[in-house]
């Protein structure tokens, strides 16, 4: 490839992609670092990055005075104002429509729950109006979309292949959105496991693992591996789905009528039947397994033998599904999201030591700083990645 930035159209935009990713990954970068790491000329730099700057995706900070004589050196960050991103997290008991601006700040959220199965229609018809309204309340330019559902998809993530959680079939809902929205801009769609893995991908305190396999694990369930501050795209969309392999509880019986599902056996519900009388019903609603958790987490420290009980039951199918699982995929560390996040450091200590008794080289266990709001902030990202893929 040439170095010279504007030779064409799909060579501009190439490295249009790139300098956005490296303020991405960077935060706040010096037009010569991003020169130097992409190994373009200062010239086709500062000429692309003014273009940024002009269109309003990129801003220059604050000069700082430069040591002795010269031009004080300006960073670049992403512009705060004017655009924004809009990012839908669907889990099985609450959604949440945030928009943020291109740094991934929060600007507006909304969070509802919907009674399942949901129509895709009505599905598609509540989230673009709760998107449509955030923005317009924001006064805010969309420049994409990114959505994190319970499902499984079809090669490219355009189309869902199956939601057991929503009752869905085949449904080709980025069209449905598209549709939908006001606004003519680039989406993305993945499963849960996959915009947790990412947001947690790219923390810093993750930056010097390669490769990562996130776990999630609520009333869906589902696994994603990261490659870099990237999903692993060369896995196939289907990888990842664990909740009907045979890795669990055999006394237990699952739903498709096996036994030993991983979902049947550490799956929600299941946690829920095993401290059931901890339970002011079945968990519903935005906060229905928060409280739930909060319960449990309050009857361990005062130890009920029945929450002690279920942790422990958790503890060792968790420990031997990740060990058999790190096995194979062999990661770096391993993240974990969902409801045993909610049961706080004590039970990742507990995990950590029955992944030692599993395995004598157990993939190391890492407590994200996003904790169970992971899935939520890779949907903002997803969305940037989508508009910079799109460029
Ligand atoms: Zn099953």
Do not use: K
Not at 92 to 103: G, S
Not at 209 to 238: C, K, N, V, W, Y
């Amino acid at each position: 490839m040439t170095t010279d930035a504007l030779s064409s159209p799909r060579v501009r935009s190439h490295n249009l992609g790139l300098i956005l990713r490296s303020v991405r990954d960077h935060g706040s970068i010096h037009r010569a670092r991003i020169a130097s790491d992409l190994g373009l000329t200062r010239t086709s730099v500062t000429r692309l990055v003014g273009d940024l700057v002009t269109e309003g995706i990129l801003v220059n900070e604050a000069a700082l005075p430069a040591p002795g004589r010269g031009r004080p050196a300006t960073p670049l960050r992403f512009n705060g104002d004017t655009f924004a991103l809009l990012g839908m997290d669907a889990r099985v008991d609450h959604t949440e429509v945030m928009l943020t601006n291109l740094a991934g700040e929060p600007l507006a959220s909304e969070v509802f729950s919907f009674d399942l199965p949901v129509a895709p229609d009505d599905f598609v018809a509540r989230v673009v109006e709760v998107g449509e309204r955030l923005v317009d309340a924001a006064g805010r330019r969309l420049l994409a979309v990114g959505v994190a559902l319970p499902a499984r998809f079809n090669e490219g993530f355009a189309t869902v292949a199956r939601s057991d959680r929503f009752g869905w079939g085949e449904v080709d809902l980025i069209r449905r959105l598209r549709d939908g929205f006001a606004w003519e801009v680039p989406m993305a769609m993945r499963d849960i496991s996959r915009a947790a893995a990412l947001a947690n991908a790219r923390q810093p305190e993750m930056a010097e693992h390669e490769r990562i396999l996130h776990f999630q694990l609520g009333m869906g369930l589902g696994m994603a591996l990261t490659a870099g501050r990237e999903l692993d795209e060369s896995l196939p969309p289907i990888w990842g789905a664990i909740e009907h392999a045979p890795l669990g509880d055999e006394t237990v019986l699952c739903q498709c009528g096996r036994h030993g599902c991983v979902d049947a056996s550490i799956g929600f519900r299941r946690f829920e039947e095993l401290t059931a009388s901890l339970a002011h019903g079945t968990a519903v609603g935005p906060t229905g397994i928060a409280d739930h958790m909060q319960r449990v987490s309050a009857a361990l420290t005062a130890g009920d033998p029945e929450a002690s009980a279920a942790v422990d039951h958790l503890t060792r199918i968790l420990a031997h599904v990740l060990a058999t699982v790190g096995c194979i995929v062999v990661p770096e560390a391993v993240t974990l999201g969902g409801y045993p996040l909610l049961l706080g450091a004590g039970f990742f200590e507990g995990l950590r030591l029955r992944m030692l008794e599993e395995l004598a080289d157990p993939p190391m266990l890492l407590q994200s700083p996003l904790g169970d709001q992971a899935s939520r902030r890779g949907t903002v990202m997803m969305a940037l990645d989508a508009y910079i893929d799109a460029l």
